[in-house]
C-alpha cells in the first residue's frame, strides 16, 4: 500500500471512529460494567483497526467489526488476569451469544443493542452523584468522543485538570455503585433533567464563550447539537428532548452572522438574516412542533424554543413578535422562576412597548444576589439607559459590564459602546 492510500485509509479509520466510538463503549461497558475499562478496551479495539484494515480495508460494518474486537480483548484481558472462572465464564458466555460468526449477523445483533446501551451511556455519564462540571466533561469525552485536549481548549482549562476531573468522574461512578441502566418512572424524569442541563451547559458555552479572546466556540454547539439528536432518536416521546435541540437548532442557524470578519459581535437587530441557516430553521421548526404535540403544557426548553422560533420566523429585525416573546418569558418564569429570566422579558418589554416600561422590571431585579457579578444586567441597563437618553448613566454600566466579563470580544464590545455613548 502506497502512501497516499495509507493516508486515505487512516482519514476513513478516523471518521468511522468518530462515528461509533461512543457505541463501542456504550456496548463495551454492558458487558463489563466499568466505564473505564470498556475506553480501554475501545482504544484496543481501535489500535487492532488501524493495524488490520490498511490490508484488509475498511468492512462493510465498521462499527460491528469494532465491537467484536473490543470483546475479543475483554476475553484475552480477563484471560491473562486469571480472574475468577465464573467472571471468565459469563464474558465468554456473552462474546459466544452477542458475537455471531458472521459480520452481517453481528451487525444485526449491535443495531438490537446499540440504542439501549448508548441511552444508558448517556444517563450514566450524566449522573446527578457527580458535581455539573464533571458531568459536563465525561459526557463530552464518552458521548461527544472528544479528547482531553480538545475539551481543555474548549473551556480553556488546563489539560491536566480536565484529565483529572474525568479520572474522579469514572472513579466516583464506580465507588458509588451507579448502575448502567435507564432509570424509571419519575427517577427517569429527574435524570433526564440533568442529562438536559448538561447538553444545554454544553451548548451555551459554545454559543456566547464564558472567557477567552473567541465570542463563540462552534464545536460545542456542534457537539451539543449532536448528542441532542443522539438523545432524540433514542427517546422520541420525550417532548423536553425534542424542545431542547430545536432551541439548540434555532439559536445555531444564526452562527454565521452573529460575528463580522474581525471575530467582533453583531447584535441580534442587526445581523444579515440572509446568512442565517434556513436549513437549520426548517429543521428547528419541525422539531419545536413535535415538541408542543407531545407535551400541550410546554416544558422550559420547549418555551425558549418558541422563543428562538420568533426570531427564525421574522425576515426583519421589524417583524419581530415582541410582544409574544415578552408574553413567552412570563410563561417561561413561571415555570422555572429565575432573575436572568425576568432580565430576558425586561428586554422584550423594552422591544414591545419602550424602554420606559422596561426599566422599572430590571431595577426590581437589580439587587437580586445571583445577578451581582452578571455582567448582563448592567449591558442590558445600560442600553435601556441610553435609549432613555440618560447617556452618562449609561456608559457607566456598560464599563460595569465590560470590567466583570471574561470574554476579551465582549469586554471590546461593551467598552466601545461605553465611549460611543459617553460621547453622545
Known amino acids: 500500500m502506497d502512501m497516499s492510500d495509507r493516508r486515505e485509509t487512516d482519514r476513513a479509520i478516523n471518521a468511522v471512529w468518530r462515528l461509533e466510538q461512543a457505541r463501542v463503549i456504550a456496548g463495551l461497558t454492558r458487558m463489563v460494567r466499568d466505564i473505564s475499562l470498556a475506553e480501554e478496551l475501545a482504544q484496543d479495539a481501535l489500535m487492532a483497526a488501524l493495524r488490520t484494515w490498511p490490508e484488509t480495508g475498511v468492512p462493510n460494518n465498521p462499527g460491528a467489526w469494532l465491537m467484536q474486537a473490543g470483546k475479543r ?25 452477542e458475537v455471531p460468526d458472521t459480520e452481517t449477523a453481528l451487525h444485526e445483533q449491535l443495531d438490537d443493542d446499540v440504542g439501549d446501551d448508548l441511552l444508558r451511556l448517556i444517563f450514566t455519564s450524566c449522573h446527578p452523584v457527580l458535581p455539573a462540571e464533571s458531568r459536563v466533561a465525561l459526557t463530552l469525552r464518552l458521548i461527544g468522543g472528544l479528547t482531553t485536549e480538545e475539551i481543555a481548549r474548549a473551556f480553556l482549562a488546563n489539560d491536566t485538570t480536565i484529565g483529572q476531573r474525568i479520572v474522579r468522574a469514572k472513579r466516583t461512578i464506580a465507588e458509588a455503585g ?19 442541563g448538561v447538553l444545554y451547559l454544553i451548548f451555551n458555552e459554545g454559543y456566547s464563550a464564558t472567557a477567552g479572546e473567541d465570542w463563540m466556540r462552534p464545536q460545542l454547539c456542534e457537539e451539543a447539537m449532536r448528542m441532542g439528536r443522539i438523545l432524540a432518536g433514542l427517546m422520541p416521546e420525550e417532548p ?13 442557524s444564526r452562527a454565521g452572522a452573529r460575528t463580522n470578519a474581525k471575530g467582533e459581535p453583531i447584535l441580534l437587530p442587526d445581523q ?22 407531545l407535551d400541550r403544557g410546554l ?21 419581530t413578535d415582541w410582544a409574544e416573546i415578552a408574553a413567552l418569558y412570563g410563561l417561561l418564569s413561571r415555570a422555572t422562576p429565575s432573575p436572568v429570566i425576568e432580565l430576558n422579558r425586561a428586554v422584550a418589554v423594552s422591544m414591545a412597548q419602550g424602554p420606559a416600561f422596561a426599566l422599572p422590571l430590571v431595577d426590581a431585579i437589580r439587587e437580586e444576589p445571583a445577578l451581582k457579578n452578571y455582567h448582563l444586567l448592567y449591558g442590558v441597563r445600560g442600553d435601556l439607559l441610553r435609549k432613555l437618553g440618560r447617556h452618562a448613566e449609561a456608559s457607566a454600566e456598560f464599563r460595569m459590564a465590560a470590567d466583570l466579563t471574561r470574554n476579551s470580544r465582549e469586554r471590546a464590545f461593551l467598552l466601545a459602546r461605553a465611549d460611543e455613548t459617553s460621547d453622545s
Open 299 to 319: 416544558g422550559p426548553y420547549t418555551i425558549q424554543a418558541s422563543i428562538a422560533a420568533c426570531h427564525a420566523r421574522a425576515r426583519q429585525a421589524e417583524d
Open 272 to 293: 444579515n438574516r440572509a446568512m442565517w441557516d434556513q436549513l437549520m430553521i426548517r429543521r428547528g421548526l419541525e422539531g419545536l412542533l413535535r415538541a408542543q404535540r
Open 178 to 196: 451507579v448502575p448502567f441502566e435507564v432509570p424509571r418512572g419519575e427517577e427517569r424524569q429527574d435524570r433526564l433533567a440533568s442529562v438536559l
Open 73 to 97: 480483548k475483554a476475553i484475552d484481558l480477563f484471560r491473562h488476569r486469571k480472574m475468577a472462572s465464573t467472571k471468565l465464564e459469563q464474558v465468554g458466555r456473552l462474546l459466544e451469544d
Open 240 to 252: 423536553e428532548v425534542h424542545g431542547l435541540l430545536a432551541l439548540m437548532e434555532l439559536q445555531h
